[in-house]
């Protein structure tokens, strides 16, 4: 598997960020989004706002369109079920909403709590009425996250774009602990 | 000491709002703010239950000229506690909060809120760490957060406890594609239908 640190996804996003004019960037952190959200805070022309639950970020970035800025949302797809009632104010008033979501309950999944949520990502987010992306290798996260971005702005509405589990990679927790034999 | 009347006070503290931006929370606080005056510069609710300070704390970023108040009720504002810590480490000097605190969640039948039973939102906002806090409860105190409302001095806080009256419904256009567009238009001038 790939290595994270090798990926150079997350720079290429960052860069479609930028290029974007993208000011608002809200966060509640995963793993897979860990370089991304570094790139995002060391730029100047971006804000970077940690969010206690990801459905104050579909309320932020819908204030921040109001005011005239873009803005995007990054979560792990355990964040998804957080946003569903949210997500009304995107759909309802149709503000731009691109989310770059790092699944869990995916590929590999050692964690038997991220299963229900991850396996049901998709699901809740279509019948919300948003337009689903996704993405299974890393060579695609860049284009489809372009894409994204373009919808979200162009056509006034939720957009989430899924990386996969196979692009991140599934935490080991048996290499994290040190009582259980690998 | 007679408890404060809820459309009186947001027809106060909307009098001397200039140029400054508005959003309203679901239910009475809307009705409120859309009494004392529909607006384009004003983004009333109706729904997104939990997220008005979040929306203010997205405009306030993205407008950091402008004032932004959010007036909103205690059952909206208990259902997006979480938003107190996230703006108090943002802490926009722009953005004021205000919370309409009848102790009722009144669309559904006046059943108690937490509030009723002690819960002091302006002491969460304060141990959140947002600058300015207020507990308000007489008209004395109403004047007094008036003068710091529109100041730019720091993110404010301020529960203002009012009278739970069962007052008639003035209802803001419905269609949020409107009240979007129209607020846009009113804040960033006609070219903002090209973003």
Known sequence: MKNIAESTWPDEVHGLLKAAQVRQVAIVPDAGHARL????????????????????????????????????LLMQSSGVGNCINMLTLSIACQFPLPMLITMRGDHGEFNPAQIPMGNATQAVLEAMGVIVKRADKAEDVTEMASSTLRLAYNTYRPVALLIGQRVSGAKDFRKLTRSVPL | MSKLLRRELVKELLAGRGDALVIAGLGAPAWDVTNAGDHALNFPLWGAMGG?????????????????????????MLMGLGALATIAVQAPRNLSIVVLDNERYGETGMQETHTAHGVDLARMAKAAGIAQTFMVRSQTEVSRLNKRLYAGAGSLFAQIKVDPEKLPLVLPPRDGALLKNRFRAALLGADAAHQ
């Open chain 1, 37 to 72: 959200i570094k790139l995002c805070e060391k730029d100047k022309s971006m804000r970077v706002v940690r969010l206690t639950t990801e459905e104050e970020g579909v309320a932020q970035l819908a204030g921040a369109w109001l005011g005239g800025e873009k803005g995007v």
């Open chain 2, 52 to 76: 008005a300070a979040m929306i203010g704390l997205g405009l306030a970023l993205a407008q950091p000229k402008k004032k932004v108040l959010v007036i909103t009720g205690d059952g909206e």
